[in-house]
């Protein structure tokens, strides 16, 4: 069975007992719930991939609290890891290192690095302080659906595949974190996520995305091995339209059924019976925020077509088009 509770301080002892026993805790973080085990402990991450039906040679994040456990984790901290360590941590950022041989190569899905995040959510660094150890966690869903956003996604994928969740609300930003590789001096996004593109290049003005972000070729495979899986699919059909927002409007009118819904902006007034706003155009961190429940909503509600408008790809908006892109299996249809 598993235990729904709130986050208080008696809950995250029993949660750290879970932890530290070998068991699986799901937990919020800023930016989406993760699935916790004892990093140090092969068995227990050996159930995070079982309780997700994960591929094994997709690694885990490690999350730590206290920078002084870096030193034991990875072999080297260079001046671009430093720099980015004390501008974004803790906070919604990855970063890739070489690995020390203390962290189990199941981590690492075999890779020669790990990748490390410091949350800044409180009762995310709480668990990690009274676990007393790095906490393994991908997001707490079922392989490709939708990562959880709130503590009833992890219970509607994970109940009774793990020990516990901890309900701590809805997460802030809604989409998970960047994923930066700092194994060398010039540092590459991976993921694209809370700290963008742009805020990273006042530190680093050569930073670039990997190659596959920009590029949907399929022939160029990604260097963060979870990008090359299937993501975030909601179970009906997802297409992104992009172009003259009345040419839309007519494409939606002429293909649309009652299982179709529709993800617009508040900028954009769309006749349509199923129709779900992800905020400001201007503003992507509001898409960010509702996309995922949004998928979630329509697997519920039975939605076989989902038509999503484009979202500007600025700031955060760049994670939200990457997220809307891999739920619609590469689909854009140009308008
Ligand atoms: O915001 C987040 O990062 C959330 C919360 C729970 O912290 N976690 C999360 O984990 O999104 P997950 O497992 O769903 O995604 C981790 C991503 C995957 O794309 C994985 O391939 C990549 O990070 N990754 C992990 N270790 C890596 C490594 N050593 N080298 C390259 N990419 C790595
Ligand atoms: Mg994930």
Known sequence: MTKLLLADEENLKAAAEIIKGGGLVAFPTETVYGLGADGLNEDAVKGIYKAKGRPSDNPLILHIQDLNELTRLVKEINDTARTLMENFWPGPMTLVFKKTDIVPSVISGGLDTVAIRYPSNEIACQL???????????SANTSSRPSPT????????LKDKIDMIIDGGSCDIGLESTVIDVTSKTPVILRPGGITIEDIKKFFPDVCYDKHLTNTDENIQPKSP??????????GELYILDGDIEKIKEFILNNSDENTAVFTYDEYEIAFPYTRSLGSINRPKDGCKVFFDLLRECDAKGITKIYSIMPSKNGVGFALFNRMFKASGGKIKKL
């Not at 990690?128 to 991908?138: C, Q, Y």
């Not at 979870?226 to 179970?235: E, F, I, L, W």
Request: glycine share 6%.
């Open 128 to 138: 990690i302080r009274v676990s007393g150890t790095p906490i393994a966690a991908p």
């Open 150 to 157: 709130k503590a009833s996604h992890v219970y509607e994928d």
């Open 226 to 235: 979870g990008m090359k899986y299937k993501h975030y699919a909601p179970s």
